[in-house]
């Protein structure tokens, strides 16, 4: 139910927000590390966050609102005029706090929620540099936080019918992008959800499995991180070395490329659906064997 209908809500909303991001000049202009030809809308945050609302009235925790608000008016304002990387990163740090504030939980749901939502914030704003790409890995990391169960079901639903109905026109060439304020709030809902999986109740198991739900963000984040620290380049500066860029590089079309690495979702997510289920020491060694192959891969891919 909440899928299906904040997929409608999102399929309605985003050409409105198209055309008001066209007609405030809220746009991504072709540059350097710009690859489309025309300048394309923002503002596509502004269907999904609408899609999440249902999953939040579904819940009856409205106040899981408060942190959602403040990641996409963050990224909105950093979209609209580049905000200090040591300022953004200050209010990433209060998005996190506002996220624990909101969730039910003791102090590990609390504090696990904050360091999720900086780590996830920027995840997903990474990987949202290829029409399709991160509403593809989002929508499928949502699909499976909804199989954790209890409020995060209808709050994760929900997020990926409003990702659902965007992606309709975001697919290649995409016709509206996230921007930095759909990727922040993308980002904070995806970290949002283990905490409401049990009540609030810490569940170590779905805590270990969860960053193999959103894995193929972490792992592009945790590359280009690596690849900056070898290069001695600024942390926050851009680049297009990316594994999705470096999967076009080779040849690989850019609809290819956002599939395969939707596809290694899949098989991630659904590892990490089966870890959350486990026992918590169990569901801890599934997760760093995974993580483990992941690297290794990676390392032979010549991605690093």
């Excluded at 409205?62 to 905000?83: C, K, M």
């Excluded at 990391?141 to 990702?163: E, K």
């Excluded at 999967?247 to 490329?257: E, F, H, N, Q, T």
Aim: net charge neutral; charged share 15%.
């Amino acid at each position: 139910m909440e899928f299906a209908l904040a997929a409608l809500v999102a399929l309605a909303v985003t050409p409105l927000a198209a055309a008001l991001a066209r007609r405030t000049g809220v746009v991504d202009r072709p540059g350097p590390l710009k690859p489309q030809e025309r300048p394309v809308p923002y503002l596509g945050g502004v269907p999904v966050l609408c899609g999440c609302a249902i999953g939040v009235a579904a819940t009856g925790r409205y106040v899981l609102l408060l942190p959602l608000v403040l990641a996409f008016a963050l990224g909105v304002v950093d979209d609209i005029r580049a905000v200090p990387p040591r300022v953004r990163f200050g209010l990433e740090l209060l998005i996190g706090v506002a996220a624990a504030v909101v969730v039910p939980g003791d102090p590990f749901v609390k504090i696990a929620t904050a360091g999720f939502v900086v780590v996830l914030l920027n995840a997903v704003n990474l990987v949202d540099g290829q029409d399709g790409l991160a509403g593809s890995l989002a929508l499928v990391a949502a699909l499976a936080g909804a199989f954790l169960g209890n409020d995060a079901t209808p709050f994760a639903l929900a997020l990926a019918g409003g990702l659902a109905g965007f992606l309709v026109f975001n697919r290649p060439p995409a016709r509206i992008y996230l921007g930095d304020g759909g990727a922040y709030l993308v980002g904070t809902t995806l970290a949002m959800i283990p905490s409401l999986a049990d009540d609030g109740v810490t569940r170590w198991s779905v805590w270990f499995a969860a960053p193999l739900i959103v894995a193929v963000p972490i792992l592009d984040t945790a590359i280009a991180v690596w690849r900056r620290l070898r290069t001695r380049r600024p942390l926050f500066t851009g680049d297009r070395s990316h594994v999705y860029d470096q999967l076009v590089d080779r040849g690989v079309s850019v609809a290819a490329s956002t599939s395969i690495l939707a596809l290694g979702q899949v098989v991630l997510s659904t590892l990490g659906v089966v870890a959350a289920g486990l026992e918590p020491l169990a569901a801890l060694a599934m997760t760093l064997g995974v993580a483990l192959v992941a690297v290794v891969a990676s390392l032979r891919a010549g991605f690093v």
